[in-house]
């Protein structure tokens, strides 16, 4: 694009994110060294051999544009760096507040949702079409009420229970539809067992 404003006699810098743009460098998933204490940083090092041409471009990237971070590899996958470092929640902009939101080719982009932020996934046309500042239209989606009651029995675990509601959910269809959960908090006690 940039290349194409510079022939047509314009300032190619005007090709740039209107937004701001945080580019998640995921890892691979190709494992060549396991069970080593060095596993970690043998495939971290493996990884940047392989993919030195593309990481040099995002490098050169993350320079040449402004708004426009890159989160290299080895940082975490991509909807955790969205919860743990990238998820602003509210932007201060010369004393105007507003809400942030993101929109996202990951398939988990919406778990930034549980921080308040409204997560879009989306395809990469998509995403890319945004970044240049053109408007997203979309269906505003149905709503899924899920009532929580009582409490957890002795022995179910947290993670029982979020397979059950997962699989719940599922069964019922929710994909493209916002779920909403609600319900008295339990009278659930910590105890120290002995």
Known sequence: MRDAMKKLGSDPK???PLVPVDLVIDHSVQ???ARSENAIQANMELEFHR???RFAFLKWGSSAFHNMLVVPPGSGIVHQVNLEYLGRVVFN???LLYPDSVVGTDS???MIDGLGVAGWGVGGIEAEAAMLGQ???MVLPG???FKLTGKLRDGVTATDLVLTVTQMLRKHGVV???VEFYGKPGNTKLQKSD
């Open 51 to 53: 993919n030195k041409e």
């Open 143 to 145: 709503v899924v009420g």
């Open 135 to 137: 408007p997203m239209s």
């Open 31 to 33: 494992v060549d060294v």
């Open 93 to 95: 902009t010369d004393g």
């Open 108 to 110: 988990h982009t919406t």
């Open 176 to 178: 493209g539809k916002f």
């Open 14 to 16: 005007k090709i740039n």
